[in-house]
């Protein structure tokens, strides 16, 4: 299951709500928003203006995750990292050991969806989505789709394309 969190996003009175709505969840315990981008971008930057917090965002390298653009956090920075769907949480967990390897402290994951893998590692600080979305994956071997040979679309943009 696919979704396509931008036509959310491409609304900015729902959007502007959507932050309004994380922030207040973690009421205003928090000093600095941190998501990864691209995709997190829009909605952290939505739920720092909301909590008028400082907002900053990771790129990915061929190392993972990091601080550009000049961003850094200070050892005493309460942050709260925003992603935008959770699947398996690896962008949300290199952004929570990105932020405790700065010295700052990660005080939860807001998340517009969470799809609630099962097989997920725990991340260690709490966690809140909007929205749950209870998606059955499988491993390829396991895969009903693959033992028909059903094509497949994927059209995210996590994986690089050739």
Not at 64 to 72: A, K, M
């Amino acid at each position: 299951m696919f979704v396509q969190k931008f036509r959310v996003f491409e609304d900015p009175g729902l959007t502007r709500s959507l932050g309004e709505a994380l922030a207040e969840h973690f009421q205003g315990g928090f000093d600095v928003v941190a998501s990864p981008a691209v995709g997190a971008i829009v909605l952290g930057f939505a739920t720092a203006l909301a909590a008028n917090k400082k907002m900053v965002f990771a790129e990915r390298t061929e190392d993972g995750l990091e601080f550009r653009r000049g961003f850094t956090l200070a050892p005493h920075d309460r942050v709260l990292i925003v992603e935008d769907v959770i699947t398996t949480g690896g962008s949300a967990r290199e952004v929570v050991d990105l932020v405790k390897t700065s010295g700052a402290e990660a005080i939860g994951i807001g998340a517009l969806i969470d799809r609630c893998d099962p097989s997920r590692d725990p991340f260690g600080v709490p966690i809140h989505a909007l929205v749950e979305l209870k998606v059955e994956s499988w491993a390829a071997a396991d895969c009903p789709l693959c033992a028909e040979r059903t094509p497949l679309e994927e059209p995210g943009s996590r994986r690089l394309r050739t």
